[in-house]
């Protein structure tokens, strides 16, 4: 390998590069990355209309001494419904409530992580015609033991109206299960609504789950897409993603069922929150907007033809994201705590219709319109530009790749002969799946390493890449492989998301010309160079990453020309290698760092080095400048 690291003699990767996709698929943000513990806090989950399925509550006692019941009683205009809860027990008689009481449950997603020491937020609303004592209470899983309780004692006249109260609970113990209880022992008819229990610990206190962020901001994202995917489609339009229906108030937002992957989410995940995460994670937010087009789009209804009404939130959408804290929707951002602007500067039309009928009509609608009111708004047209033109104008296109291993890694060649003129791609999902991939296998990220390498040599005409899908609930495996997999409590990264690491610092770094010399083994071999300034140190360093998709170590030589040698540090220079005894190895709870990047110290750093590639490896050297 032949690497030309003389000054000036590189190119700037786009500083966008490398990213992330989120999508609210496998739960990954209702009971994932959004820390609420309560599932289902406005009881809609069922329906607007009564009687409703308030699933996963359930009931504490039996028949005979409590009645639960759906009304649509509910002081929030857009989510009317509210839980009846009639108790016919007591502790005078006749009819004897049972030790602890009666009441409901929520065992949240799968159940509830309550750990020992933490504070957690309760909130909820209430109503009675009578004096109410009611227990709020974080329980184990079968909810023989209390992790942590506290009451709420009113008089009737406090709580004739619709009340809001607040309680903070400190567990005194341990539960990765648990559930939140509202339970009394006074007979009479209290009404319960949009419920809530949140952690306070969470990340940089905004509600996201602490652990799970982590992982984000380790991989560096320079861009986050969201909220889909297919989930901004909707199977039916009726049931796509609608951000007007994910601001404001938590309490006032209906919630949604997302009929693509098949669950209800109560939006506490919205689009203020999505922005949200993008700033707290340094990153740019892409937002997908849907474009009037379903995603099986199986009624010629499920087109909208005039589109206008969509084209309006679309419109609507960046005023609430950008407008001053006196514009209409910029006001409603600023009310809910952010009253700077967010830094959106780009909005995909659309996700996956480019085949779909009216596809192109609606985008030109949607595009002009945006263009016309936000000219800097760089758009993203879903049509593929990598081999042929686009008919249509835009900034950007998408470019989506599911396939097996040894197709990704060929596909490293996808852009080497698209066009150098005309709009960029966006690689917004990319993927080995199928028997190669298993639930997140080395293959798979052994050959989208490969890939990456080919989009980094690539990068004068690709600006962002990101993964798919990103997260996975353990309890709804919706789709496979995954980056990051989780519980209520653990999670872990697949080889995948391991290999993600290996490119954090490409995005915005200098691209070496490097040269791979030909022999038989080269054609398993991809490798790119790098330079790179660390922010934290100012040092900078020079990587090379080498895949080696063969079946045979293969001796390398590596020579690196203008290497001014004696700002080289060498002792301080890295070998980092990602492999695994099998191709199928995978991560899991129980062995989380079965697939991770081993580094040691680089010992044979210089202008020549020789490097030895395991079979099926993903080697990465840093030289410290
Ligand atoms: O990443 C999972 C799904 O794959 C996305 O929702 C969709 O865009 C693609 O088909």
Not at 500 to 510: I, L, M, N, V
């Amino acid at each position: 390998l032949i690497v030309n690291a003389s000054e000036g003699s590189g190119r700037q990767i786009p500083e966008t590069l490398f990213g992330i996709f989120f999508e609210e698929i496998n739960h990954a943000g209702a009971g994932g990355i959004w820390a609420e513990l309560v599932s289902n806090r406005g009881f809609e989950a069922g329906g607007q209309s009564t009687p409703s399925n308030i699933d996963p509550w359930s009931i504490i006692g039996n028949e005979s001494s409590i009645i639960l019941s759906t009304d649509r009683s509910s002081c929030f205009d857009r989510n009317k419904v509210a839980l009846r809860m009639e108790v016919l027990c007591d502790t005078k008689g006749p009819k004897l409530c049972p030790a602890g009481g009666v009441g409901v449950y929520n065992p949240g997603y799968w159940g509830m992580n309550i750990e020992e020491g933490k504070s957690y937020k309760v909130v909820l609303h209430i109503r009675s015609l009578e004096d109410v004592d009611i227990s709020v209470s974080l329980a184990s899983k079968n909810g023989s033991q209390i992790l942590a309780t506290s009451n709420i004692v009113a008089s009737s006249s406090d709580v004739s109206n619709w009340t809001k109260v607040e309680v903070m609970l400190e567990a005194k113990e341990t539960d990765h299960y648990g559930r939140l209880q509202l339970t009394t022992t006074s007979k009479g008819v209290i009404w319960f609504d949009q419920v809530s229990a949140m952690p306070v610990d969470t990340y940089k206190g905004l509600g996201f789950r602490k652990e799970l962020v982590e992982m984000l901001a380790n991989i560096k994202p320079r861009f986050i897409r969201f909220p889909g995917g297919c989930f901004v489609e909707g199977e039916w339009l009726r049931n796509a993603f609608r951000w007007k229906e994910s601001v404001g108030p938590w309490e006032e937002r209906p919630g949604h069922f997302g009929d693509v992957w098949m669950y209800w989410t109560d939006d506490g995940l919205g689009y203020f929150e999505f922005l949200q995460l993008a700033e707290d994670l340094g990153a740019l937010p892409i937002w997908v907007i849907n474009n009037g087009i379903s995603h099986l789009l199986r009624l010629l209804a499920e087109i909208c033809l005039s589109c206008s009404s969509l084209m309006q939130e679309m419109l609507d959408s960046i005023e609430f994201a950008r407008g001053d804290a006196d514009s209409t929707w910029g006001s409603v951002r600023a009310a809910m705590g952010h009253p700077e602007p967010f830094n959106l500067k780009y909005v995909a039309i659309g996700n996956e219709d480019c085949g779909k009928k009216n596809y192109r009509g609606n985008y030109l609608k949607f595009y002009h319109a945006l263009k016309h009111a936000y000219p800097d708004i760089k758009i993203i047209s879903n049509c593929d530009g990598s081999s042929r033109k686009l008919d249509h104008p835009a900034d950007m296109y998408d470019f989506h790749i599911y396939t097996s291993a040894n197709n990704m890694f060929s596909m490293a060649h996808q852009f080497d002969h698209t066009s150098r003129t005309g709009p960029k791609a966006f690689v917004s999902e990319y993927a080995v799946t199928g028997n190669d991939a298993g639930t997140g296998s080395f293959l798979a990220a052994l050959a989208e390493a490969g890939f990456l390498i080919g989009l980094e040599k690539n990068s004068d005409v690709i600006d962002m890449a990101s993964y798919a899908p990103l997260f996975m609930n353990d309890n709804d495996r919706r789709w496979k492989p995954d980056a990051i997999i989780f519980n209520s409590w653990q999670q872990y990264g697949t080889p995948s998301y391991w290999m993600q690491k290996f490119f954090a610092e490409s995005s915005g770094a200098t691209l070496l010309n490097s040269l791979l010399q030909s022999n038989s083994s080269t054609s398993s071999l991809i490798a790119s160079a790098i330079t790179w300034q660390n922010s934290e140190d100012n040092s900078n360093y020079l990587r090379i990453k080498i895949v080696n998709f063969g079946s045979n170590p293969v001796r390398l030589n590596i020579s690196v020309d203008g290497l001014t040698l004696n700002s080289i540090d060498f002792s301080a220079s890295t070998k980092t290698v990602l492999t695994a005894n099998n191709l199928m190895d995978e991560n899991s709870f129980k062995e989380p760092n079965k697939v991770v990047p081993l580094q040691t110290q680089f010992d044979n750093a210089g202008e020549q080095m020789d490097v030895t590639l395991p079979p099926h490896s993903f080697t990465s050297l840093d030289l410290l400048g």
